[in-house]
T-cell receptor
Framework: EAGVAQSPRYKIIEKRQSVAFWCNPI?????LYWYQQILGQGPKLLIQ????????DSQLPKDRFSAERLKGVDSTLKIQPAKLEDSAVYLC?????????????FGPGTRLLVL | AQSVTQPDIHITVSEGASLELRCNYS??????LFWYVQSPGQGLQLLLK??????LVQGIKGFEAEFKRSQSSFNLRKPSVHWSDAAEYFC???????????FGAGTTVTVRA
């Protein structure tokens, strides 16, 4: 079974530029999550999708971050414009149904450096 | 406020020695509890999880964890550490109602020969 795929693996941009990350979840998983992991901290949930609908985006800085999951499969997270504090690893995860106690399966992450 | 605390930022252990990583949580009711491991450049991998029932949970790679309700703790243990266990370990909590994972800050484990 293929795992969660993410690209690119690394990205370096200058502040005020825009950047996009892509995630393809495990086939058949209804729920998709984007996390931000700042160095020295645990992952923090940015947004959760159930199929192609947003379940929770309360922690997403909506003035600069956007995400979509068209057709309920793969997803894109965008930052525009980027700030220095956006330097982090962006993790995508998926789970079968998004129910309590389910295992979330994580991709390798995209490491973003904003200069 | 709901929170997950991992008191130890960094632990160094000798190969073959035992390992214990601490995790404390603050939630209104007993949440679902998880331990994940993250190797350098990798995503997070689930080691084990607790739902209910037996308070001693067995996981992959020889890890186990014990849930103690009275102490609001879910500590991870391994009797004999291998060099490949060097990684960062995260405790996570799902609050049984919001179905969201909240992670601790992580504990980095270094294994010395």
């Amino acid at each position: 079974e293929a795992g969660v795929a993410q690209s690119p693996r690394y990205k370096i941009i200058e502040k005020r530029q825009s950047v996009a990350f892509w995630c393809n979840p495990i086939s058949g998983h209804a729920t998709l999550y984007w996390y931000q992991q700042i160095l020295g901290q645990g992952p923090k949930l940015l947004i959760q999708f159930q199929n192609n609908g947003v379940v929770d985006d309360s922690q997403l800085p909506k003035d600069r971050f956007s995400a979509e999951r068209l057709k309920g499969v793969d997803s894109t997270l965008k930052i525009q414009p980027a700030k220095l504090e956006d330097s982090a690893v962006y993790l995508c995860a998926s789970s079968p149904r998004g129910q309590g106690g389910e295992t979330q399966y994580f991709g390798p992450g995209t490491r973003l450096l904003v200069l | 406020a709901q929170s997950v605390t991992q008191p130890d930022i960094h632990i160094t252990v000798s190969e073959g020695a035992s390992l214990e990583l601490r995790c404390n949580y603050s939630y209104g009711a007993t949440p679902y509890l998880f331990w994940y491991v993250q190797s350098p450049g990798q995503g997070l991998q689930l080691l084990l999880k607790y739902f209910s029932g037996d308070t001693l949970v067995q996981g992959i790679k020889g890890f186990e964890a014990e849930f103690k309700r009275s102490q609001s703790s879910f500590n991870l243990r391994k009797p004999s550490v291998h060099w490949s266990d060097a990684a960062e370990y995260f405790c996570a909590v799902d609050g049984r109602g919001d179905y969201k994972l909240s992670f601790g800050a992580g504990t980095t484990v270094t294994v010395r020969a």
